[in-house]
């Protein structure tokens, strides 16, 4: 079984079936995309895979949301991983991005749900400067 054929059976499966399920398997490393949305208690799980079964865990995802706070799920991640690597992104000023801005109808926005589903052209990568400032590139 691939290890995306796993991961969709995993959705399908309850969380408690998944752990005893994967302690049989033979995969060596798993990885998770958008893991800021996995929730605390399973990165919990996740840590005590690498650690009693010596399985490689590799999570992608953002720390924070449109509002400039943290995922929960990426804190526990933070809090509980052996690395962390920030993937480079860059404001349109040529500084580093840290801040995700919503965006709509070409403004930023502030308010609204954490999660919310769109497309990667509803966020736009900014510097924390530009992100206080509401600006986006002219
Ligand atoms: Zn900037």
Request: proline letters at 3%; aromatic letters at 10%; glycine letters at 4%.
């Amino acid at each position: 079984m691939k290890v995306n054929t796993y991961l969709k059976t995993f959705r399908k499966k309850k969380r408690r079936r998944f752990l005893p399920d994967l302690k049989k398997s033979e995969y060596p490393a798993l990885t998770f995309d958008e893991a800021q949305f996995l929730r605390p208690n399973l990165i919990d799980k996740l840590s005590d895979l690498v650690d009693r079964h010596n399985i490689t865990i590799i999570c992608y995802g953002l720390r924070t949301d449109f509002q400039s706070k943290l995922f929960p799920g990426a804190k526990r991640l933070m809090e509980l991983a052996d690395d962390i690597e920030q993937i480079k992104t860059i404001c349109w000023c040529g500084k580093r991005a840290h801040f995700n801005a919503r965006i709509m109808n070409s403004q930023i926005i502030t308010d609204g749900d954490q999660l919310q589903l769109g497309s990667n052209k509803s966020y736009v990568s900014l510097c924390r400067k530009h992100y206080k400032l509401k600006q986006l590139k002219d």
